[in-house]
């Protein structure tokens, strides 16, 4: 679901991962959000250019921004 959730992982790198399509990956976060958090992550992904692997631009070949998994400031 987090996979899902990131704007930037192209869904067919989650079905490289866990063998679910994205019509599978649609169907579990149907199944665990709730109604208005699933319509809009739906609006969100809906012909997003990065979550489709062939509308990416040429050379991205990352799924993640490069902030995304550094460690937050303790000070928050």
């Known amino acids: 679901m987090e996979m899902a959730w ?6 067919e790198a989650i ?3 866990y063998g679910l399509p ?5 169907k579990l976060m149907r199944q665990n959000l709730k109604h208005k958090t699933f319509k809009n992550w739906r609006a969100r992904v809906s012909g997003r250019k ?10 991205v070949e990352r799924g993640y921004c490069p902030s995304q998994y550094k460690p937050q400031s303790a000070n928050k």
């Open 50 to 59: 990065t979550k489709h692997k062939t509308l990416r631009p040429a050379g």
């Open 22 to 26: 994205e019509k599978e990956v649609i």
């Open 6 to 11: 990131e704007d930037r992982t192209p869904f």
């Open 15 to 17: 079905e490289t991962l």
